[in-house]
């Protein structure tokens, strides 16, 4: 028997200020993304906004139903978009943000597990990283150089 040691290595901003310029930009448009996101359930509103290789820029908010399986993730809305839109772009670079509406929201906030799992396709799928930048409402901006290092021993399409 042996250990396995897994290692995770982030980069944090202490807040939006200190982004890059072309991040916060990217990080702007999933703030807007975010405000009109269709929570009406959960009061939980989240934004995504993706770069692609070729320049195009493709946001998603999420989307609840009363039926609650039913809906989809901010992260999923805009990646799904983006596959069906420009099927051969990669995703370069993903901002995300999201937050409660019944409660200030000051810690960053990663994707959850389906949306991870989403990510990492696109990522296998095109043989290169995506940097992922996210946040709360306010507050530290967490950066991920790879959604590998937020998944690490994922289930990609090898094991099949």
Do not use: H, W
Request: neutral net charge.
């Amino acid at each position: 028997m042996r250990d396995i040691k897994i290692e995770s290595t982030l980069t944090v901003y202490e807040d939006y200020n200190e982004l890059p310029k072309d991040v916060a930009s990217l990080m702007d448009q999933a703030i807007d993304a975010r405000l009109k996101a269709y929570a009406p359930y959960s009061k939980f509103l989240v934004g995504a906004a993706i770069l692609l290789d070729n320049g195009e820029i493709i946001t998603g908010n999420n989307q609840e139903n009363a039926s609650y399986p039913s809906g989809l993730c901010a992260e999923r809305t805009a990646i799904y978009y983006a596959g069906s839109k420009y099927p051969n772009a990669k995703i370069v670079t993903m901002a995300l943000t999201a937050g409660s509406q019944k409660q200030p929201t000051n810690s960053p906030i990663p994707p959850c597990g389906a949306c991870r799992q989403a990510i990492s396709e696109y990522e296998v799928k095109q043989e290169a990283p995506i940097e992922i930048y996210f946040m709360g409402t306010s507050g530290k901006v967490v950066k991920s150089k790879s959604l590998a290092i937020l998944l690490p021993l994922g289930f990609d399409k090898s094991f099949l």
